[in-house]
């Protein structure tokens, strides 16, 4: 499914009353790693109240034991610092990775701002070597746009 078919459907899933935000965060989750072949592991992180550090939301994919980051640790952890969007063609060629699984080739996080803050992040996790493009980005701006909307 393309990205623009998906669009009408994030928006349908944030629009809708009876979604809680975890509700809506794990749809979307879901919705993503349904429809992406190369979207392996899809999840929030979002900042842990005053703390520097990220705490873990919604997900779908493997489990993971990475429920708390601290800012700069890990990619997700340089996200909530540079508040700039990362991605990793190569896990393996990054010294400031956090290894969530062994077959984990490529990562793409993208800030969530909410009044200018940002407030936590989509991070998205493939088994597939440098998949993301341009496209995933603009397209994970635009989830995380509805989703700060939530928020």
């Known amino acids: 499914m393309t990205f623009e078919a998906l669009k009408p459907q994030v928006e349908t899933i944030v629009s809708n009353p009876n979604n809680t935000v975890d509700t809506a965060l794990l749809k979307i989750c879901e919705l993503l790693e349904a429809n992406i072949t190369y979207y392996n592991w899809v999840g929030f992180y979002f900042k842990n109240g005053d703390k520097n550090e990220l705490k873990l939301g919604p997900y779908v994919g493997e489990p993971t034991d990475h429920t708390i980051i601290p800012f700069g ?17 190569d896990v393996a060629a990054q010294d ?3 290894a969530c699984s062994i077959t984990v080739k490529a990562e793409i996080v993208i800030p969530i ?6 407030m936590g992040q989509i991070d998205i996790d493939s088994n597939t070597a440098d998949p993301f493009t341009t496209e995933d980005e603009r397209f994970l701006e635009f989830v995380c746009e509805k989703v700060s ?3």
Not at 73 to 89: L, R
């Open 96 to 98: 400031n990775y956090i």
């Open 113 to 118: 701002f909410v009044n200018g803050e940002n």
């Open 73 to 89: 640790k890990g990619i997700c952890g340089q996200v909530a610092v540079s508040n700039e969007n990362f991605v990793v063609p």
């Open 149 to 151: 909307g939530m928020l």
